[in-house]
């Protein structure tokens, strides 16, 4: 069983930054895919970004491109989004996803583990 928290979410003005954290449990966590995934009241879970087991892979929604950033610390057993210029659009409920596979895709229905999801409003 993996279990996966996340941290860091709250209110936050339109062009700030914000950091969310998923600590995840699990004596195998270097060998799984990680991800962040969003949910906006009313729409469906979308993808937000990736990273493989190793880092060697890294993927992004190209609503994110070049402001998030997502980064993996092994030794701590966490996982980090960094999101700069925020926009009132990136308000949503941000949950952390597991991959046992390691590969760290862009698809919901890869990822076996979830968080509980933390709630992230930007304010215009």
């Known amino acids: 069983q993996v279990q996966l928290v996340e941290s860091g979410g709250g209110l936050v003005q339109a062009g700030g930054s914000q950091r969310l954290s998923c600590a995840a449990s699990g004596r195998t966590f270097t060998s799984y895919g990680m991800a962040w995934f969003r949910q906006a009241p009313g729409k469906g879970r979308d993808f937000v970004c990736a990273i493989s087991w190793s880092g060697g892979s890294i993927l992004y929604a190209d609503s994110v491109k070049g402001r998030f950033t997502i980064s993996r610390d092994n030794a701590k057993n966490r996982v980090y989004l960094q999101m700069n210029s925020l926009k009132p659009e990136d308000t949503a409920v941000y949950y952390c996803?597991?991959?046992?596979w390691g590969r760290g895709t862009s698809r919901v229905s890869e990822y076996e583990y979830w968080g509980q999801g933390t709630q992230v409003t930007v304010s215009s």
């Open positions: 996803a597991a991959d046992t």
